[in-house]
């Protein structure tokens, strides 16, 4: 009995320290996968992985930039298996879906732009710009969370962002043009 | 802010080479001021939740979700523990009914000694004597009887040594 009471208040617990990142895990892996299906399907798995570790979890110095490195690497090793060749149309129809007009216009249109231009960048530049410009994380935790060096960090982060700029003069260049 | 310090600014994030603090200073800018023309296409780029908004997890929903899921985990791993322990108790019972009836089967068969006290032991053996004898006696009546008849048989067959007597008499002869 007192032990059920204990394993209730951790539960507690975990809800309101750790189950909080779900949205930010949610959005990384909707980043790599393109699915939302499979992004939920992720966040609960890193989730139950957490929660079998939740003993050890005092451990780490950030359980948020560890659950984005298990997000990330479940996300990596799901677009590795061969049944995603299947779902592939399924990001296929996501991408025309972002570019269609109208939905592009309930967006804000250079938003849809951006969203688009983001998901043509490869996939490191994609996940640290991810990192940075929509979660705003520190080059430290984006270092822990990808593996990669700070330098390399910079280079794709630059890189990246310059693509998303050379996309929106380029689109504003045309609209500017097309009045 | 003076545009000047915008566009170092705008240069360093294009480089990648920004802190935090910095990048929210553009965002910032970009929200509320008025922007100068050739600087207008980049405004998407410094929207305050850049992708963000457009989908979400349902909250509280989620969490149900997620904590029924660890219940059910916990049940199932609860029964197979269960079910493993109960295995396990068969499996100790039958090794156990195994080397009972191997015991049994081969183990050395001593005469044992039941009587601690001599005296006892004594009256014991006697009364195991008297009962082998009483039992002999008993047995020994038939005996009796068979051996009589022989003899009574036997008797009549002596008559034949009559014969030999009258052989001889007829030797002398």
Not at chain 1, 20 to 26: D, S
Request: with cysteine; hydrophobic share 40%; net charge negative.
């Amino acid at each position: 009995m007192l032990n059920r009471l204990a394993l209730e208040m951790t539960a507690e617990e975990f809800k309101h320290s750790i189950l909080v990142f779900k949205q930010k895990l949610y959005r990384l892996g909707l980043r790599l996968l393109n699915d939302e299906e499979e992004a939920a399907d992720v966040v609960q798995d890193v989730f139950v992985k957490l929660w079998n570790m939740r003993e050890q979890l005092i451990q780490y110095r950030s359980v948020e930039a560890l659950a984005m490195t298990m997000t990330r690497n479940v996300c990596l090793d799901r677009l590795k298996t061969p049944h995603r060749m299947v779902r592939l149309g399924h990001q296929s129809d996501l991408q025309q879906e972002a570019s269609n007009p109208e939905l592009a216009y309930e967006l804000g249109e250079t938003t849809a732009i951006i969203a688009d231009s983001i998901r043509l960048l490869p996939q490191q530049q994609q996940l640290v710009m991810h990192l940075r410009d929509v979660e705003h994380f520190e080059f430290e935790e984006i270092a822990s969370i990808t593996g990669m060096n700070l330098n390399h960090i910079r280079v794709n982060l630059s890189r990246a962002r310059k693509a998303v700029r050379e996309r929106l003069v380029k689109h504003h260049n045309y609209a500017y043009q097309g009045n | 802010m003076h545009i000047r310090e915008i566009e170092r600014l705008l240069e360093k994030f294009y480089n990648g080479e920004t802190s935090l603090q910095e990048e929210a200073m553009l965002r910032e800018w970009f929200a509320s001021a008025e922007i100068p023309s050739h600087l207008a296409s980049l405004k998407a780029q410094f929207a305050p939740d850049l992708e963000k908004s457009k989908a979400e997890l349902p909250d509280e929903a989620f969490d149900e979700a997620f904590f029924q899921l660890i219940d059910q985990h916990e049940k199932t791993h609860k029964a197979y523990s269960l079910r493993k322990m109960i295995y396990a108790g068969l499996g100790l019972a039958a090794s156990l009914a195994i080397m009972l009836s191997i015991y049994l089967e081969f183990k050395p068969r001593t005469i044992e000694d039941t009587f601690n006290d001599p005296a006892l032991a004594y009256e014991e053996v006697q009364r195991a004597m008297l009962f082998v004898s009483s039992k002999l006696n008993k047995g020994m009546e038939p005996v009796k009887q068979g051996t009589a008849s022989f003899n009574a048989g036997m008797e009549k067959a002596s008559d034949f040594n009559k014969m030999s007597l009258i052989k001889n008499y007829f030797k002398i002869e």
